[in-house]
């Protein structure tokens, strides 16, 4: 989050996880990778589908350069926004 913020997370990422993990439509949840844009997380699970924030253009086109050599059958699903004007990480 540093790196791409400027800021330290709010929460450490075991606290994030777990969080995830108490949401009953979460099947699994995986920490991202150390090395940014590296996507060794998804080269190692090879996942059919990648769920990402309705706002991360760049990542969505990095994602999509990496996949179309790596993992060219991975789907990109944007997320919608869950009221955005009052639960944007950045207002919370």
Do not use: M
């Not at 450490?12 to 979460?26: C, D, G, Q």
């Not at 769920?51 to 060219?72: F, M, R, T």
């Amino acid at each position: 989050v540093r790196g791409l913020k400027g800021r330290a997370p709010k929460e450490n990422a075991e606290a994030r996880v777990n969080a995830l993990k108490r949401e009953p439509s979460v099947f699994d949840v995986v920490v991202g990778d150390r090395t940014l844009g590296s996507y060794e997380v998804l080269s190692l699970i090879k996942p059919d589908i990648v769920g990402i924030g309705y706002d991360q253009d760049k990542l969505e086109e990095s994602i999509c350069a990496w996949a179309n050599v790596h993992l060219p059958s991975l789907e990109i699903v944007r997320l919608k926004p869950f009221q955005p004007e009052r639960y944007k990480s950045s207002k919370l």
